[in-house]
């Protein structure tokens, strides 16, 4: 669950912030101000929680608060 989590939450915010961030988008300038980036530095915060186990292997399921 953790890996998929990480690929598909994770992945899709930086995703979306390098497409936001694109020279030839259609958003009006100024609109975007790397929200989706500053919620992906969060959420990847969050889960390097999962990774403070005795063997090094992330645990299956992590409390994100």
């Known amino acids: 669950?953790?890996?998929?989590?990480?690929?598909?939450?994770?992945?899709?915010?930086v995703s979306a912030h390098i497409l936001a961030t694109d020279s030839r988008n259609r958003l009006a300038p100024g609109a975007y101000d790397n929200q989706l980036l500053?919620?992906?530095k969060d959420l990847g915060q969050r889960?390097?929680?999962?990774?403070?186990?005795?063997?090094?292997l992330p645990y299956a399921w992590i409390n994100l608060k």
């Open 47 to 56: 889960f390097l929680h999962a990774f403070d186990t005795p063997t090094g």
């Open 1 to 13: 669950m953790f890996l998929e989590c990480n690929i598909r939450v994770l992945g899709g915010l």
């Open 38 to 40: 500053n919620l992906a």
